[in-house]
C-alpha cells in the first residue's frame, strides 16, 4: 500500500464567520482525505475581526501553523514555490490570496467571493448557490470555473451536532436563546438589553427559560470583565444585572435572567422556540438547524457597528472617525437589503427583520408576537430545513473538488 502524498494547505480567512463556519468544517476534511498535509491559516486584516481568530485556530487539532494580521508580507518573504498543495481563500481580500499564488506556484481556490483583477490566480471559485454563480458571471468570471458546493455552514452544524450530547426540552416549556454576536462591542450593551427583553417575556410567559450563547471568539478574560459590570447602556438601554458564577446565569434584579451557555451550544439551539439575535453567520447556523428566528439590527449607536471597505476603515480615524461613519451608515441603512443569511439566500423574507432604533420592549413585542402565532414559526422551520438540507456535505465537495484539480485531474 503506497503512503499519501504531502501536501501543505494555505488557507485565507479574516473574522469569526469565515473561521468558524467555513475553515473549521474544511480543514477537518482535508485532514481526512491528506492525512499528512499541514494546513497553515493566514489570517487578514477586517473590521469584523475580535482578535482572538488566532487563538480560536490554535486551538483545532487540524491546524498547524496560524500567521496573524499584518504577518502575510514577512511570511511571504520566506516562502518559495511548492508542487503539491493549494491556497483556499475563504475572507477578506483577494489580493492577499494572488500574492500567496504568486509566490508558491499552487492552485488557488476562492470561496464565495471574486474580483476580476485577480481571476488569473484563481483555478476555481466555490459557491453557495446558483444566485452566487449568476452574481460571479456579472463580474466577468467564466462559467467553467464555478461550482456549486453549497453553503459550509451546513456542515459546520453537522459537526456539531454530532460531536456535541443531545439536548432535551421540558414539557411545555418555552425556550427563547440570544444570540449576541462575536465581539465584546456587541456583548456589552446586549446582555442588559436582553435581560431586559427576558424580563418582560417571563412576566407573559412564567413557563420560559432563557439562554445566551457565548461566542468562541470572546475570550474568558473579556468576558469575565463584561459580566464584572452589567448596567444599563446609555443608548441601547436595558436593566442592570448580576452574574451568578456557580449557576453560569445572569440576573437582574426583579429575578429574570438568563443562562450562558459556552460550549455545545447547537443542540441547546436545536431544541429553540425562537432565537434572537443580530445579523451575522449565526443565523445561518440557526436556518441550518431549522429554528424560528428574530433578526434585528439596531442603529441606536451607529458609530459601534463595523463595517467593510472604505466605510469601516472610519474605524481607525481618532475621535472623529467612528462618528462620521455612524453618520454614513444612517443615511444608507434603508439600503442594505435583507440582513439574516436565510433570507439572502433565499431572496425573500423568511425570517422577520427589524432595523432602527430598538429598544428591549420592541424585541420582547415582537417575540411575543412570534411565540402567539407558532403557524408563523412553524413555516419558518418548514422554509429554512427546506432551504438548507441539500447543502448537507458542501465542505466534502469542496474538497472533493479540490482534491480533483490537485491530485487527480480536473473534476
Known amino acids: 500500500m503506497g503512503v499519501a502524498p504531502v501536501y501543505n494547505f494555505y488557507i485565507t480567512a479574516n473574522s469569526p464567520g469565515e473561521v468558524g463556519g467555513f475553515v473549521s468544517p474544511v480543514i477537518k476534511r482535508l485532514k481526512r482525505k491528506f492525512p499528512e498535509s499541514t494546513v497553515t491559516v493566514i489570517l487578514l486584516p477586517c473590521s469584523f475581526s475580535t482578535g482572538t481568530e488566532k487563538d480560536v485556530l490554535e486551538s483545532l487539532p487540524e491546524v498547524d501553523r496560524v500567521i496573524p494580521p499584518g504577518g502575510l508580507v514577512n511570511f511571504r518573504k520566506s516562502l518559495r514555490p511548492e508542487k503539491k498543495g493549494a491556497v483556499l481563500h475563504f475572507g477578506g481580500d483577494l489580493f492577499y490570496a494572488s500574492m500567496l499564488s504568486k509566490s508558491l506556484g499552487l492552485p488557488t481556490f476562492a470561496y464565495i467571493w471574486a474580483r476580476k483583477s485577480a481571476d488569473k490566480y484563481i483555478t476555481a471559485y466555490f459557491v453557495k448557490s446558483e444566485k452566487d454563480t449568476k452574481r460571479l458571471l456579472g463580474q466577468g468570471i467564466k462559467w467553467e470555473k464555478i461550482f456549486e458546493t453549497g453553503d459550509l455552514v451546513a456542515d459546520e452544524v453537522g459537526d456539531a451536532m454530532n460531536e456535541s450530547p443531545p439536548c432535551f426540552k421540558p414539557p411545555g416549556a418555552i425556550r427563547f436563546c440570544f444570540m449576541p454576536g462575536s465581539r465584546v462591542s456587541e456583548l456589552k450593551p446586549l446582555i442588559p438589553f436582553f435581560l431586559h427583553v427576558s424580563a418582560i417575556l417571563k412576566d407573559k410567559y412564567p413557563q420560559s427559560e432563557f439562554y445566551m450563547m457565548v461566542s468562541p471568539f470572546i475570550s474568558k478574560d473579556k468576558l469575565e470583565a463584561v459580566l464584572s459590570d452589567i448596567k444599563s447602556h446609555p443608548k441601547m438601554a436595558g436593566i442592570p444585572g448580576r452574574y451568578n458564577p456557580e449557576t453560569g446565569e445572569v440576573i437582574s434584579e426583579h429575578g429574570a435572567g438568563f443562562k450562558l451557555i459556552t460550549e455545545h451550544q447547537k443542540p441547546l439551539l436545536s431544541t429553540a422556540d425562537l432565537v434572537i439575535m443580530i445579523p ?49 451608515l444612517l443615511k444608507i441603512a434603508g439600503k442594505f437589503g435583507f440582513m439574516a443569511q436565510p433570507n439572502i439566500l433565499a431572496g425573500e423574507e423568511i425570517v422577520p427583520e427589524m432595523m432602527g432604533t430598538i429598544y428591549p420592549i420592541d424585541i420582547a413585542n415582537k417575540c411575543a408576537d412570534l411565540i402567539r402565532n407558532p403557524e408563523k414559526r412553524e413555516d419558518m422551520n418548514r422554509k429554512l430545513l427546506e432551504l438548507y438540507s441539500p447543502f448537507k456535505g458542501s465542505a466534502d465537495r469542496l474538497v472533493d473538488a479540490v482534491a480533483g484539480f490537485i491530485g487527480e485531474g480536473r473534476p
Open 280 to 328: 451575522g453567520t449565526k443565523t445561518a447556523e440557526a436556518g441550518v438547524l431549522g429554528r424560528p428566528m428574530l433578526v434585528f439590527l439596531p442603529l441606536n449607536d451607529p458609530s459601534k457597528i463595523p463595517h467593510y471597505g472604505i466605510i469601516g476603515l472610519l474605524d481607525y480615524i481618532p475621535a472623529v472617525g467612528p462618528y462620521i461613519k455612524g453618520r454614513i
